[in-house]
Structure formats: C-alpha cells, structure tokens
C-alpha cells in the first residue's frame, strides 16, 4: 500500500508544481499588459488555474501525511524535518499565489512585472533541495 500512496503523492505533486510554476508566469503577463481586456483574460486564466490546482496540493499534502501514518519511523530522520519544512513554505507560497490572484481580478496590479519574474523562481528554491533530501537522505 505504501508504495501506491508514495506513487500518486509524486504524481499529485508534479501536478501542483506545474501549476505553482506556471501561476506567477501568467503574473508577469498580467503586469506587463496595458491593455484591460488582456488583464481581464488573464485575471480569469489565474483564477481557474489557481483552483485547478489548489486540490492537487491537497491531495500531495494528504498523500503525505498517510505515508507517514503508515511508515511513523520517517519522522525521526532529519531530513525529513527539512522536506517538511520546504513543504510549509510551498503551501504559504501558494497561499500568496491565491492573495494575488484576488488582488488582480481586484484591479490594477500591486507589483512590477520584476517582482512577479523574482516570485516565480521561488517554487524552485524549494523543489531541488526537496528532491535532494528525498533521494540523498543526507541527515
């Protein structure tokens, strides 16, 4: 059983990042447009890709935890304190994509386009020492 929730907790998770890397890009679109019904296409874009992807973080999360409900000696090891961690900080970077989402449909954009280019690499700051700690189990 633990290997099927291990197998659909990456496949859910692949799904999440796609959609936490593909979010802020429409971002920098957004703030780079002058033209409104652009900015309202991409306001609705946002918005349904954001809840679109909202449930496969959910369900990375719930995949997570039941892996670790039926293998608890995972919780003693340092690196997956780190992964945790990273994980916390991916979930408050999604909350902030969901905080931005509504303050774009809201009107005029609260950032430059850099700021949004800058946010879009955050995701990645988090999946390659994830991944690392996962494999490496360096602790």
Request: hydrophobic fraction near 55%; glycine fraction near 6%.
């Amino acid at each position: 059983m633990y290997l099927w929730v291990k197998a659909f907790h990456i496949i859910f998770m692949v799904c999440w990042f796609a959609g936490i890397f593909y979010l802020p890009r429409l971002f920098v679109h957004h703030a780079m447009s002058e033209d409104a019904p652009t900015q309202e296409r991409l306001a609705i874009m946002e918005g349904k890709l954001y809840h679109f992807v909202t449930p496969f973080m959910a369900l990375t999360l719930v995949l997570g935890v039941w892996m670790l409900w039926l293998a608890p000696g995972l919780l003693s090891q340092g690196w997956m304190h780190g992964k945790l961690a990273l994980v916390a900080l991916l979930v408050v970077y999604h909350l902030r994509c969901g905080q931005l989402v509504r303050a774009l449909a809201q009107g005029p954009t609260p950032h430059s386009h850099r700021y949004y280019r800058i946010f879009n690499e955050l995701p990645v700051l988090a999946l390659f020492p994830i991944v690392l700690l996962v494999v490496l189990k360096p602790f």
